[in-house]
């Protein structure tokens, strides 16, 4: 095996990289880096561009070293990763959608963020026929008799944002799925650049709004990265309950409407009721229920005060209270489990070779959870439990979030038991005439957000990129529907739950 360090070795290290070290290689070290990760010895954790370079951050998984590395496009071209290894296949489309750059070798073209209705383009990337026919996306086909189409979306039934799900299927069984999503993209990383940082953090909250939370801290994370800020003690524990809250109402959430997809009523109820009572908790502590704004660059904005305090007590008591009987009711009705089991199987594999987070990979036994690795401050001081399971199904994935629950209870328990007194947040940032580059993982309740920024002088962002988890689920959503009944399909997406927003920059 040739490690991630080995293949950065001769590569040109970049000083103003912190935290995790950049180096520029050439084609030969950055098609050695793919052969690598294509053979499972390192994990994609985001590939993207800055407008001039194309970057990939990996994780290697001999050393649990992470690293970027970074290839020059001169002639806007640069070797595909998804070429070998599939799950950089949308993000490399992406790049192409947004900067120009042009994937060699990658076997699928069409255009991902850009429905030929964007109206601009990049300057690197020469007017196609298909911008001024508008959208002429043409799916995979699928062969074989008898088969039938099924389009649904992009608009779809009540409050959900826009996706489009091309089926095949041969009578209820369905044989493909393809998804086309794109419909709400915003822009993000353009409207990052030459931002100034509250501007910016502002934004990053906002990519994936039921992660708020888990985006601005890891925006935060790179950029005390970058600047190489010291955030007090206490603004580092009241961050982590607020992502522990964050993480129990969405959980709860997710399992009641996957009853409710199932026509299983009773628990969906139950579930909407304890995740109200988490929001109301939320708003008591912070002043908004989904904590919005909440997490700055240096700190936190608001205080946890004694009646935020004894809200989240009554709170835990209440959740560590219904929550067993919660588990017994989903487990002990078998109308539910009837639809829950076996369906949507995702296989390990899959899994790993996509470095599949949250919920869905730990549900078909992949461990990984960023608070552990790479880890951040203060998960390494508090004791907690990673869900985990092996079915790989639906029902798996419904037990391992209950098991993710009764954790985030156990640490928002200790977190207040510990919670250190002190300054919310550092006066003000540091003040620095040159350039520096940062990044962060950090766990969300879908899995790992990767954040990679640089940041210029006067604190104004020049470039920024940010990873949600569900650029690497999406794609297993269509892999764990195959073989499933059409009717299946809204139980496989609802245990799934990735992001349209996050996914759509």
Known sequence: MISLRATMRGGRGIEQSRHW?????????????????????GDVLSLWSDGADVHMAVL???????????????????????????????????????????????????????????GV?????????????????????????????????????????????????????????????????????????????????RLASRVSGDSTVAYALAFANAVENALEIEVPERAIYLRALMAELERIANHI??????????????MHTHCAILRERVLRASHVCFGHRLMMDRVVIGGVADDLTAEGESALRALLSEANRLIPPFI????????????????????????????????????????FDARRLPGYAP???????????HAGDVDARIWVRFDEI??????????????PEGSLRIESLPASSETFEGAALVESFRG?????????????????????????????????????????????????????????L
């Not at 998960?379 to 399971?389: C, I, N, R, T, W």
Request: glycine letters at 10%; aromatic letters at 8%; charged letters at 20%.
């Open 253 to 266: 959430g997710d399992i009641g409407a996957i009853c409710n997809d199932a026509s299983f009523s009773l």
């Open 379 to 389: 998960y390494p001081d508090l004791s907690f439990k990673v869900g985990s399971a």
């Open 406 to 419: 009764k954790a985030s209870l156990a640490l928002i328990e200790q977190i207040l038991d510990k919670m």
């Open 21 to 41: 070290p950049r180096h520029v290689v050439d084609q030969t070290s950055w098609r050695r880096a793919i052969r690598e990760i294509s053979k499972g010895q």
């Open 60 to 118: 290697d998984h001999e050393s649990s070293d992470i690293g970027i590395v970074t290839i020059e496009c001169p002639d806007g071209r640069f070797p595909s990763v998804g070429h070998m290894h599939p799950p950089a296949i949308r993000l490399e489309r992406a790049i192409r959608d947004i900067y120009g750059f042009q994937a060699h070798g990658l076997c699928d073209t069409r255009n991902w963020l850009d429905h030929g209705r964007w």
């Open 121 to 201: 383009r990049h300057p690197g990337l020469k007017p196609e026929p298909s911008d001024a026919a508008g959208d002429s996306y043409a799916f995979l086909a699928a062969e074989g008799a008898p088969l039938h189409q099924i389009p649904v979306g992009p608009v779809h039934a009540g409050v959900i944002e826009p996706g489009h799900f091309r089926f095949s299927a041969n009578g209820e069984v369905v044989v493909r799925l393809e998804e086309r999503l794109g419909y709400v993209h915003k822009g993000i990383q353009q409207l990052m650049v030459d931002a100034p940082l509250d501007r910016a953090t």
């Open 328 to 367: 017994d009711l989903y487990g002990d009705t078998t109308s539910i489990q009837d639809r829950t089991v076996g369906a949507g199987h995702l296989g390990s594999e899959l899994a790993n070779q996509y470095g599949c987070g949250g919920v869905i990979g730990r549900a078909s036994g992949r461990s």
């Open 448 to 504: 790992d957000i990767f954040v990679w920024v640089r940041i210029g002088a006067a604190g104004i962002v020049h470039r920024c990129h940010l990873r949600d988890p569900s650029w690497f689920q999406w794609p297993l959503l269509e892999a764990a529907i195959e073989g499933n009944i059409v009717a299946d399909f809204p139980l496989c997406n609802k245990s799934f739950n990735c992001s349209y927003s996050g996914h759509d």
